[in-house]
């Protein structure tokens, strides 16, 4: 009950809720960012949700398009801009994800959404995390975030989907406010971003 109907009314509630709320936030961080990235304040990428049906994830932009002589993209360390390291050490370019809330893509709690190009480095336990909708926050973000291992994370998601309720959810958002404030399981050094999934080792 609570999974099909109940779940996807609060996340629609909260999601225009919090979009009100941060509405100040929201277009400062857009003028700001329309200014930096040349008038493209948003990052899309494509991502596999629930039941890897793939949608597009939606993140204000925190780092330039800049490439080299050979068009390849630059590092992170000369991409990341000023305002964009604020905004992911705050976790606030994940804001526009309530839009793909709303739409039905995400939920506010659930596994992170992560890269298409993992889904072949699966193995059957790992894939389980693609039997709910991914989330904006969820189980794994509150135990570590992208400071603990890729096995880790996996084990925190399927745990998420096995004691899915609501009681765990209200537990995640509360623990999500907590670690945003204290910026607790990030990455301290210059690259945020987690090392890449490299799949499972035989």
């Known amino acids: 009950m609570y999974s099909n109907y109940i779940k996807r009314l609060m996340d629609i509630l909260l999601s225009l809720i919090a979009l009100i709320l941060l509405s100040p936030v ?8 329309f200014i930096v990235n040349s008038g493209h304040p948003f990052f899309y990428q494509l991502r596999p949700g ?4 793939v949608f597009k994830l939606i993140k204000f932009k925190s780092m330039t398009d800049q490439r080299d002589e050979k068009g390849v993209l630059l590092t992170y360390e000369k991409r990341i801009t000023r305002i964009g390291s604020f905004i992911r050490k705050y976790s606030l370019d994940e804001i526009p994800q309530l839009f793909n809330v709303l739409l039905g893509d995400m939920s506010l709690i659930g596994p992170r959404p ?3 190009k993992y889904l072949p480095l699966y193995n059957d336990f790992q894939k389980q995390r693609h039997l709910v909708k991914p989330g904006i926050t969820g189980w794994a973000q509150v135990h570590g975030r992208n400071s603990i291992s890729w096995e880790e994370k996996f084990k925190y998601d399927v745990w998420y989907i096995e004691h ?26 210059p690259n945020l971003n987690m090392v ?3 799949g499972n080792k035989a």
């Open 26 to 33: 929201i277009i400062l961080l857009w003028i700001c960012l």
């Open 50 to 53: 629930k039941d890897e049906r």
């Open 114 to 116: 992560l890269l298409i």
């Open 164 to 189: 899915l309720s609501f009681k765990t959810d209200v537990l995640i958002l509360i623990l999500t406010i907590k670690k945003v404030i204290l910026k607790d399981g990030i990455n301290s050094g």
């Open 196 to 198: 890449a999934f490299k």
